[in-house]
């Protein structure tokens, strides 16, 4: 029988660690950890993942901003923003929500960011150092997998690890953590440009699915046993629910779950990590000062 990776829990369990530490931090009469959001634009998956970090923040007690600018906003302008944030020493960390609007260079936008006050990781001076091994920020989502990874003590050592998607903030940086001394898992990174894709991931003794693709891991593909790790997270439109949508995740769930010895659901499993993940780069940020 597969076990369920539950982020939700693990989330709420780190949140109360951090929710611990703010508490300590207040009777010391040190600086409460601030976080600052920009958000450019309405893309609703975006609307979502915000609201739910300024949730986070007040839930452990830190203070949070929401800075909005419409989708036509320049870049000139963001960068004069990014400027502000960065020398404003009440600020601890902040982030700018992506995707931005085409006119825009990501590129520009995160190089632009104090590495200092990179609380999504993104910056190249933290990628570089996650790269070599050194302390900084990591990116939210690859921090979340490795520690739900650790928490739930999946041994990774000398296994095959196929992650599928090879973007900055996911695909790339999951699988170089995974290979790093300590975790030492031989990783395989698939895309969309990969031949025999489907052979390499029936090889695979975990599984990282980071590519958008609604059920595109289907139980063919998964060696019986398999941690399966499901980042994809395709919003649907659902009458049923609540919010009007559904989450739906790179893998197959119902099918592919009783061939796995783990597998993350979604919604539930890395999303709450992720968010989690960015919780922790701010405390770790706040300490600096
Ligand atoms: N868009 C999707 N995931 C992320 C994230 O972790 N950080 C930011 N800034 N934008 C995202």
Redesign the pocket.
């Known amino acids: 029988m597969y076990k369920i990776i539950d982020g939700k829990k693990v989330a709420s369990e780190i949140k109360k660690e951090i929710s611990e530490e703010v508490k300590k931090l207040k009777i010391a009469g040190k600086k409460i950890p601030y976080l600052v959001?920009i958000l450019v634009g309405n893309n609703g998956?975006?609307e979502t993942?915000v609201a739910n970090k300024l949730k986070d923040c007040d839930e452990v007690g830190f203070r949070s901003k929401l800075i909005r600018f419409g989708n036509d906003v320049s870049e000139e302008v963001l960068l004069a923003k990014i400027k502000e944030l960065n020398e404003d020493t009440e600020v601890d960390g902040f982030?700018?929500?992506?995707?931005l609007p085409a006119h825009i260079s990501e590129n520009k936008i995160i190089e632009a960011i104090d590495p200092e006050k990179d609380a999504?990781g993104?910056h190249p001076v933290n990628i570089g150092k996650m790269v070599i091994g050194l302390e900084g920020y990591l990116?939210?989502?690859p921090y979340g997998i490795v520690e739900l990874i650790k928490r739930y003590r999946i041994e990774t050592s000398g296994k095959n690890c196929v992650v599928i998607g090879r973007s900055n903030?996911?695909g790339r940086p999951v699988s170089i953590l995974l290979s790093q001394k300590g975790m030492d898992a031989t990783v395989t990174v698939v895309h969309s440009r990969t031949k025999n894709i489907k052979d390499i991931i029936s090889k695979a003794d975990i599984i990282i699915a980071a590519i958008g693709s609604p059920s595109f891991i289907t139980a063919d593909m998964v060696k019986a046993g398999a941690v399966v790790i499901d980042v994809g997270t395709t919003r649907i439109e659902n009458p049923e629910t609540k919010s009007g949508y559904k989450l739906i995740g790179d893998v197959d769930f119902e099918n592919v779950a009783p061939k796995c010895s783990y597998i993350t659901p979604v919604p539930g499993g890395v999303g709450p990590m992720?968010r989690v993940s960015?919780l922790r780069n701010t405390l770790m940020a706040a300490r600096k000062d």
């Open positions: 959001t998956s975006s993942y982030i700018v929500q992506l995707p999504d993104f990116p939210a989502t903030i996911v992720t960015l």
